[in-house]
């Protein structure tokens, strides 16, 4: 594929100062181009979540370039004004659990990705339909958070994080609480979507049901990302 | 955009209402609490205007007959009558007691009421009567305030007589909230200040025992010294209405001062029993509304600040997808306005229902309630601000990472 959706060069990120300073990230380089879906796994305190935390522009890497599309958001201690702004515009998340907004039915808890972005109510909700029926949930699309299965509200966390067709989602064990078939669906459905929708997808995970699913997986351990080949199993 | 506070109070009604009922009784106390002080000042200025009086004249140095005891001979009021620009003028006595209601039957219970002496067709006579008919004879008759639950044609004893109502009244009140029960002049006369009969037979021995009262060969001075002894020649106070066109305190200032005695205009008199009879209650009401103030402030901060707490997790997802922090703020802000305005409705209710029950008159004004509106809306605004300081803290990182 042509171009990159997200690209990383040299991350680090350094927690405290002097001799209780903490590198929980020392060499972190990826690339990964839209449409493509990238598995992120490593064994516990590798850095994974800070890792993830740079990328979703929660936390700022102390070093480092993170390029996403055309545009520069992190660059050796600068970075852009509105960090807000682009986790809500230019970043899908999709956490473990779905967390979904228990008192906003399905279509307006993606609409309000679109809604906060300053999109009319209408042409939000419309992207939330459209969304729904792209991700076979269109019919619950009146139903209350509690009132859906767990793949269910999987798939409606994965719409909301489609909802502004970010150039990057980040998949957070998104299979975690499922079981192998529900597993499964959800990474057919997140290949689904990141090449219909032209998105960079990451998905960090421990899971061994999907790991042989990636073509392409970067391994981090002890804070440095190393690239291998996956299986690319179809699924 | 979407009313995130409003889906959230629909999502969770039951809570909100619950929470909201349990908080408007407390503001319908509140509310109750300033109706109670509003009954008081209105009980006074309804007692000022029922007496039909422009200047109450009184004994000298005291701020009777309301606030303090007054006593004056019962002929004053022919000399008052003389003075320039007096229209009419009239005596009256006021004594507070408890009577018997209900007779002589086991289920009998005591009332509390201001028994008033007054002339008929004068100043001081009930303005109105709702049921029965005015006293027409001179005796043991009685026009009674509904308040005293007395009926038309029950009796009433008062000291050693008893008196038939034959007509009933309304919102005839002391400035203490007690109903009024209206007697005879002479009756009343009788009551306050005729002694026992012990009393009136010893006081007849001391006398007869007085060689200087008692001298032999002056036939009849004993006997008019005793009867001096047992006449009931005071009344509290004297009730004057001003000729039209007249300055009230034009009428007064002579009276003060060739008189020897007290006249109090009709906005003295107000001074006196509202801003020094009722002065300390209404001090100890507006305590007892700023701790209300502060108790609701504390219900609706730890309600919104637990509601918060249970929804960190939406918050942090709501933060690390983008919503502004004003937005987040804005939620918490409404629900708590939201649980304010679902309180003041049930309080504002709760007060109107129950504030007919209380033993004493409790005034309910719009502009009460609309200033209690706006304090509760000022107290939630101020109560939420620990909640949002915990929402603003929260880091959109715990999204992420479980």
Request: one cysteine or more; charged letters at 20%.
């Amino acid at each position: 594929m042509d171009g990159y959706g997200i690209r990383i060069e040299n991350m680090r990120k350094r927690y405290g100062a002097g001799d209780t300073a903490v590198d929980a990230l020392k060499e972190v380089n990826m690339t990964v181009a839209p449409g493509e879906v990238v598995g992120l796994i490593g064994p516990s305190g590798s850095g994974k979540t800070t890792l993830l935390k740079c990328l979703g522009a929660v936390i700022e890497p102390t070093a480092g370039r993170m390029t996403l599309g055309d545009e520069v958001i992190y660059d050796d201690g600068w970075k852009i004004d509105d960090l807000k702004a682009l986790r809500r515009d230019r970043i899908g998340f999709v956490f473990q659990a779905p967390y979904l907004i228990p008192f906003l039915d399905v279509t307006d808890n993606i609409a309000l990705l679109p809604m906060l972005a300053g999109q009319p109510n209408a042409a939000s909700r419309r992207r939330a339909t459209e969304l729904l029926e792209a991700l076979d949930v269109g019919h619950r699309a009146r139903a209350q958070p509690s009132e859906l299965s767990g793949g269910e509200q999987q798939r409606v966390a994965i719409a909301r994080a489609l909802a502004n067709q970010p150039p990057v989602i980040l998949a957070d064990e998104p299979t975690a609480p499922l079981d192998s078939e529900r597993a499964l669906a959800v990474i057919r459905i997140l290949n689904r979507m990141a090449r219909q929708y032209n998105t960079a997808v990451i998905v960090v995970t421990h899971d061994e049901k999907i790991i042989p699913t990636f073509k392409r997986i970067y391994h981090i351990r002890d804070g440095v990302t190393h690239e291998e080949a996956g299986e690319g199993r179809e699924v | 955009m979407i009313s995130l506070a409003g889906r959230d109070i629909l999502h969770s009604w039951g809570k909100f209402v619950f929470t909201g009922v349990g908080l408007g009784l407390l503001i319908g106390a509140t509310l109750t609490m300033a109706g109670v002080y509003r009954g008081m000042v209105d009980d006074a200025k309804v007692l000022l205007s029922n007496s039909g009086a422009d200047i109450w004249v009184v004994q000298k140095d005291t701020l009777g007959p309301y606030a303090e005891p007054s006593s004056l001979r019962d002929d004053v009021y022919r000399s008052l009558r003389g003075m320039p620009g007096v229209a009419r003028a009239a005596n009256v006595t006021y004594l507070t007691m408890q009577v018997k209601q209900g007779g002589e039957k086991e289920n009998a219970s005591d009332v509390r009421v201001m028994v008033v002496g007054f002339e008929p067709g004068q100043p001081g006579e009930p303005g109105y009567l709702v049921a029965g008919r005015r006293i027409t004879r001179s005796h043991y008759e009685a026009v009674a305030d509904v308040r005293t639950g007395f009926s038309l044609g029950e009796r009433i004893r008062i000291r050693r007589q008893d008196y038939t109502v034959v007509g009933l009244t309304r919102r005839m009140v002391s400035s203490g909230g007690d109903p009024m029960v209206f007697i005879p002049l002479k009756d009343a006369q009788e009551a306050q200040f005729l002694k026992d009969n012990d009393a009136i037979v010893n006081e007849r021995a001391r006398t007869a025992a007085n060689p200087a009262l008692n001298r032999p060969g002056v036939p009849g001075l004993l006997e008019a010294i005793q009867a001096s002894q047992t006449t009931s020649r005071s009344v509290n106070a004297v009730l004057v209405q001003v000729q039209d066109g007249q300055s009230h305190e034009a009428v007064a200032e002579p009276i003060r001062r060739w008189k020897h005695l007290q006249a109090y205009t009709r906005a003295q008199m107000e001074e006196i029993l509202v801003a020094k009879l009722i002065a300390t209650s209404a001090k100890q009401i507006g305590m007892f509304l700023a701790i209300l103030a502060v108790v609701s402030a504390a219900i609706v901060a730890f309600i919104i600040y637990t509601m918060t707490l249970g929804k960190i997790r939406e918050i942090a997802v709501l933060k690390l997808i983008g919503t502004r922090s004003r937005t987040i703020a804005g939620m918490i802000l409404q629900q708590a306005l939201g649980l304010g305005f679902i309180g003041f409705v049930v309080g504002k209710i709760s007060a109107a229902l129950w504030a007919p029950f209380f033993p004493k008159y409790v005034l309910l004004e719009p502009g009460d309630a609309l200033r209690g509106f706006i304090a509760v809306m000022i107290i939630c605004t101020i109560a939420s601000t620990l909640a949002i300081r915990a929402a603003l803290k929260v880091d959109p990182a715990t999204a992420i990472g479980g």
